[in-house]
């Protein structure tokens, strides 16, 4: 089983390294420059000459690691192949197999980053002491994770998770950047929730905290509804509806312990939690009406966590 | 491991049971009524009369049977507690445990009957192949099962596979039986169906082959979408266009291998099944807009099925 173990969530800019002692502590975290260049083809002998490198610092043997778990930003297939990853200019990798080629034959995990956070988070994060969660990570999109008996639902194509996409108004007359029309994201995301305040902002109205911004953002709005501004308790109120709802439906398909509520959107805190989970419970089915909201607690680090779970299984 | 086993699958009226070889071929299958007399509590006892009068018949010892499989209509928590049962009479029953007694320790395992059946539907019916599948069951109700690599996703209030109670149109004056409007059950099952075309056939409307119905069922509606009526046509259409998008977003939350229809609805088979893929293939995320529709084939079977595949793990 090893002693150790090292978590590696990959981004198009960084990537994230974690070493960990199989008991799930972290010994350190450290970062690299991902090099995107030639198709990514740098990339993961960059990441093994970086743990090679840490391990000979410390003097620890390979028999010594008891596995590695990488998060990426693209789908992962259930056997282990990336079919596309445009941000790190991958297609039909097999992960798994050329990172354990690389490591000397070190057992490797791969998953979806989005998945792997959420994993993270059920294990370390807002999510502990479950088995079964539903993480919702509101940034510049809506993205997500769905954990089950404490596995990833990592779907026939790699599209678990995808609650961003939900249909949630037909009659949106505005494309999302999947080029369907009304999905969560437009509604939920920081993009989402800036645009609803430039709507109204743009109509006639009574004086509002966020008139005085040249721009407006979601960081914005929630500053603002923390002050009783009545434009940013619309938009909440809106994109608190929008979003509750959605999980009221994502209940009745999964009924998982708690919803997780994560990304730079999730920064506004306890307002935002209780705004989500007061329409949620409006909206929900009675059986499932008092499921668990919680904010995600590991920020960034939620990646390397959730690769370092999937290698303890 | 034992030679056979059973499954079992309590309704309100009749058990059904079959005995299985652990090769999961169906040796022989019986029913004998439900009593639900003072609280069910003659329901297990009279199971296990005739499981042990069956075993007695062919000189089967208990040591050959490797398990027994129970579905019944009601939540069981993943510790095996059953906290509700009306239709049963049963309340915070440990189903398990109690048949194991009755049975002299072989072991038990029970699950609700719609994520039971869709056990069966994926082990041996229309979800056959896959590991994944969302089962979709359009009777009375709309009721549902999921199961994600071979399991069963019962969720954390017994409310996994609830897809009847997702919410399609929040502009529903009509209330659902769950007290909430706009339920994908109030159109897309046999009493929505017939629901949506009495609609129609109140309002002004040219001849319809329905007109003659005293009065309207699905299966008329079916009947008469076959023959190319136009209001039916019009019915079905909107069926598929509500049950082909709330599918779209289930996709984006598990993203199954397939999605498998059953229920009475279902014997409309193969013109509705296209409307409903069809439909859905308009409003999928692209990840999953390939995602393959099949009718369930087990019928009343497939509770007794899946009661089996959940002994065979």
Redesign the interface.
């Given at each position: 089983m090893g002693t150790y173990g090292f978590g590696v969530d990959i981004g198009g800019t960084t990537c994230k390294i974690g070493w960990f002692r199989m008991d799930g502590s972290l010994v350190e975290k450290w970062e690299i420059p991902t090099d995107t260049k030639e198709d990514g083809k740098q990339i993961l002998p960059d990441i093994a000459d970086s743990l090679h490198q840490k391990m000979g610092q410390h003097g620890i043997s390979k028999e010594e690691i008891g596995g590695i778990g990488i998060g990426l930003p693209g789908?992962v297939r259930s056997d282990g192949i990336v079919p596309m990853c445009v941000n790190l200019g991958w297609k039909d990798k097999d992960v798994s197999k050329e990172m354990e080629g690389l490591m000397g034959g070190i057992p490797v995990k791969a998953g979806n980053d989005a998945n792997v956070a959420a994993l993270g988070e059920m294990w370390q994060g807002g999510g502990k002491g479950c088995n079964?969660i539903v993480m919702v990570t509101l940034g510049t999109g809506v993205g997500g994770g769905?954990i089950?008996?404490g596995?990833i639902?990592?779907?026939?194509?790699?599209?678990?998770?995808?609650?961003?996409?939900?249909?949630v108004n037909?009659h949106e007359h505005i494309s999302c950047n999947?080029?369907?029309n009304g999905c969560l994201e437009q509604y939920a995301s920081a993009t989402g929730i800036a645009r609803l305040a430039r709507e109204r902002l743009a109509g006639e109205h009574e004086a509002s905290l966020l008139d005085q911004e040249t721009e407006v953002t979601a960081k914005a709005v929630f500053d603002a509804y923390k002050q009783q501004d009545h434009i940013a308790a619309e938009v909440v109120r809106e994109f608190a509806r929008v979003l509750g709802?959605a999980l009221?439906?994502?209940?009745?398909?999964?009924?998982?312990?708690a919803f997780v509520i994560g990304g730079g959107v999730s920064k506004a805190g306890q307002p935002l939690l209780d705004a989500v989970a007061e329409s949620y419970q409006k909206?929900a089915?009675?059986?499932?009406a008092?499921?668990r909201f919680a904010l995600a607690s590991l920020g960034n680090d939620a990646g390397i966590y959730g690769c370092m779970k999937m290698i303890l299984g």
């Open positions: 789908p079964s769905i089950v008996d596995e639902v990592a779907g026939a194509n790699g599209a678990g998770g995808e609650i961003g996409h939900i249909t037909p999947c080029g369907r709802k009221s439906n994502i209940a009745c398909v999964m009924d998982p312990e909206a089915f009675s059986a499932c008092d499921t």
